[in-house]
């Protein structure tokens, strides 16, 4: 962490401690990733100095960082930064014609899904990085380290995980081939582009389709990952029985990463109000186990775990009730208020402060 006055700020820097204004509510979180509006909004409130990351979003190192700081940047989040840049050259050279070179991409997926499959918390927090401009290369590397994750909870073996992972990374490639006008379109996508951006999985498919290093369920997987158990579902409309179970648990990884990070169309959601989402939303769509296992491992609550509202008040969990594990009694730290979130509904958990 590098605290730093407001003019050395630069887009693309990482919050690393809330910026608090005269409320509770801070006026920018923790995890958020520096852009021009911001660095407007720093100057209204006249805030002089922030806490940042060593690293900026971009996986670069930020200016004038002493030795010590630069050896803290070398944590997990410093190599899935690493990672993401790896994986926008990747993008950009499918966008080329170039193939797939697997070798590469496991060499570096791989030793950092090994990193990161122990840090639940550095799991959790995987959205704050996730930026319009490239919120396509960390989707694809988060949704992998998700699905991995997810899987190794679901009792898969190391070989599967691994499999698994490289199948969220590799899930999206074929949006390589899908016109680069609509990638950066900044308005909402027409029926036409829409359709065509439903058949990315089938380009996908074929981008891994000869890959040996890839078994079969992998490669059905890429093709599969937007089907859903009701055959709502594309690009071919299966219901639960024909999608493969890689399919599932890397479709729960890719929600879950959607809905909490920052998108053109679409505000984040907080982890907990994404999984309430989950459950009520795409109950019948997505697989129950594999939802399970996000809530109860990475999302997981327990009591005596201090949390901050959607209020801004800090709170700290008493009772976690079974059926909505998202919606626990807690007690306000400030007054010793007792609220169940499953009554006050308008008030919902945004982060975990501590487990």
């Known amino acids: 962490m590098v605290r730093v006055k407001r003019s050395q700020l630069r887009e693309g820097c990482v919050l690393a401690e809330d910026v608090l204004g005269k409320t509770k509510r801070p006026i920018i979180p923790k995890n958020t990733v520096i852009t021009k509006p911001l660095l407007l909004v720093l100057e209204k409130f006249l805030v002089e100095e922030v806490d940042v990351e060593p690293l900026l979003a971009n996986g670069e190192l930020f200016p004038n960082v002493d030795s010590a700081s630069t050896a803290a940047a070398k944590q997990p989040m410093a190599f899935y930064l690493e990672a993401v840049q790896r994986y926008k050259t990747w993008f950009q050279s499918w966008q080329a014609g170039l193939p797939i070179d697997i070798g590469e991409i496991r060499g570096v997926i791989i030793p950092l899904f090994e990193r990161m499959a122990v840090q639940k918390r550095e799991l959790l927090m995987l959205h704050h990085y996730a930026t319009n401009d490239e919120y396509l290369h960390h989707h694809a590397v988060s949704v992998g380290l998700l699905a991995g994750f997810l899987a190794m909870q679901l ?13 969220g990374v590799l899930a999206d490639c074929g949006m390589a081939k899908v016109s680069k006008r609509i990638l950066t379109s900044p308005s909402a ?45 594309y690009p071919l409309g299966v219901k639960a029985e024909r999608i493969h179970p890689y399919s599932q648990i890397v479709a729960v990884a890719d929600v879950y990463h959607a809905m909490t990070s920052e998108r053109l169309y679409r505000r984040k959601q907080s982890p907990f109000r994404a999984i309430e989402a989950m459950q009520r939303e795409q109950f019948g769509k997505l697989s129950t186990e594999a ?28 009772f976690i009730p079974s059926d909505e594990p998202a919606r626990p009694i807690v007690k306000i730290i400030e007054t010793g208020q007792l609220l169940s979130l499953s009554v006050q509904r308008d008030i919902y958990i945004e982060e975990m402060v501590q487990g």
């Not at 009792?155 to 199948?167: F, P, T, W």
């Not at 036409?192 to 997987?221: C, D, T, W």
């Open 155 to 167: 009792g898969y073996s190391e070989g599967e995980c691994h499999q698994i992972a490289l199948v």
């Open 291 to 318: 939802v399970a296992a996000l809530v109860n491992n990475l999302i997981g609550l327990q009591t005596g775990a201090v949390v901050k509202l959607s209020n801004g008040e800090m709170a700290e969990v008493m």
């Open 189 to 233: 996508l027409t029926e036409a582009e829409f359709n065509e951006v439903k058949q990315h999985p089938v380009f996908s498919y074929r981008m891994v389709q000869k890959i040996p290093a890839l078994n079969h369920g992998a490669k059905l997987a890429v093709l599969q990952h937007h089907e859903r158990n009701d055959g709502s579902g």
